[in-house]
T-cell receptor, first 109, second 113 residues
Framework: AQRVTQPEKLLSVFKGAPVELKCNYSYSGSPELFWYVQYSRQRLQLLLRHISRESIKGFTADLNKGETSFHLKKPFAQEEDSAMYYCALAPTNAGKSTFGDGTTLTVKP | GAGVSQTPSNKVTEKGKYVELRCDPISGHTALYWYRQSLGQGPEFLIYFQGTGAADDSGLPNDRFFAVRPEGSVSTLKIQRTERGDSAVYLC???????????FGQGTRLTVV
């Protein structure tokens, strides 16, 4: 069975501070990992995926297979980063994705 | 339109009634996904279409739920004999191919009273 755990429901940081949103997963194979973001009153959208190894809006995420984690990090948070963040897992060559329950990030001025 | 469109945006129905939720994917996208999101939870997979066929319907909770995509474009999620526990936001997403970037619709909020 595949499972994604985001241990923090809420996370609050000050502008300019580093931020890390945690994601742990369980899956027996080699999955693809994603981070999705939902800004206020907007639809869910892809932020980044581990195979692209990109930095999007200053965010990065490293897949740690030993710890089965895919934490999302940004060195200097901005107020516009305030949103709901979801970590998701998809088996390779399968359409189904499993989502975590999300973390609400608030960046205070 | 350029994005995934879902109609209606809100639907209130009485327990026991039948409902249909529609999804218009991005033109040319072969993969289409339905998810259900309850309050305080992440999206929960329901069904995935590749073209006209349901490639994976393992997430449909029971036989009251059914989805079709007859021409490989628009999809309809059908719920029979609705129950209060079916109340949720139903999300549709499409992607060019399986496991490429998925684009989500704004969702249909279903309330069963």
């Amino acid at each position: 069975a595949q499972r994604v755990t985001q241990p923090e429901k809420l996370l609050s940081v000050f502008k300019g501070a580093p931020v890390e949103l945690k994601c742990n997963y369980s899956y027996s194979g080699s999955p693809e990992l994603f981070w999705y973001v939902q800004y206020s009153r907007q639809r869910l959208q892809l932020l980044l995926r581990h195979i692209s190894r990109e930095s999007i809006k200053g965010f990065t995420a490293d897949l740690n297979k030993g710890e089965t984690s895919f934490h999302l990090k940004k060195p200097f948070a901005q107020e516009e980063d305030s949103a709901m963040y979801y970590c998701a897992l998809a088996p390779t060559n399968a359409g189904k994705s499993t989502f975590g329950d999300g973390t609400t990030l608030t960046v205070k001025p | 339109g350029a994005g995934v469109s879902q109609t209606p945006s809100n639907k209130v129905t009485e327990k026991g009634k039948y409902v249909e939720l529609r999804c218009d994917p991005i033109s040319g996208h072969t993969a289409l996904y339905w998810y259900r999101q309850s309050l305080g939870q992440g999206p929960e997979f329901l069904i995935y279409f590749q073209g006209t066929g349901a490639a994976d319907d393992s997430g449909l909770p029971n036989d009251r739920f059914f989805a079709v995509r007859p021409e490989g474009s628009v999809s309809t999620l059908k719920i029979q004999r609705t129950e209060r526990g079916d109340s949720a936001v139903y999300l549709c997403a499409s992607s060019a191919y399986m496991n490429t970037e998925a684009f989500f619709g704004q969702g249909t909020r279903l309330t069963v009273v």
